[in-house]
């Protein structure tokens, strides 16, 4: 059975950082593209950054670029999604994802397979 499970989200005022964590059990971790994807209230998920099965390979939302940096630890099949310099508009449900078919990351949710249940990260002004 696959699980991924987030952790490490929370309430931080704007300029502080989180490090949300993803830890992947019931799958290939080292086959798996990651990606991390964000849902504010009333909106679409959105892509936010993904990184490739290698680690190599990272991509970012314009948003985030510069601000959040994804890495991977496949000794630990854990994903992390570091966030500094936060905003108020970075609140939302953080989910991290596995995608089993692409070796670098992709960027639309229906690409991926495999979805954790989200952490909450809520950001004041």
């Known amino acids: 059975q696959v699980q991924l499970v987030e952790s490490g989200g929370g309430l931080v005022q704007a300029g502080n950082s989180l490090r949300l964590s993803c830890a992947a059990s019931g799958l290939s971790f080292s086959r798996s593209a990651m990606g991390w994807f964000r849902q504010a209230p009333g909106k679409e998920r959105e892509f936010v950054a993904g990184?490739?099965?290698?680690?190599?390979?990272?991509f970012y939302a314009d948003s985030v670029k510069g601000r959040f940096l994804i890495i991977r630890d496949s000794a630990k099949n854990t994903v992390y999604l570091q966030m500094n310099s936060l905003k108020p508009e970075d609140t939302a449900v953080y989910h991290c994802a596995a995608d089993l078919l692409s070796t670098v990351p992709r960027t639309h949710p229906d690409e991926y397979e495999y979805w954790g249940q989200g952490t909450q990260v809520t950001v004041s002004s």
């Open positions: 990184i490739s099965r290698s680690g190599i390979s990272t």
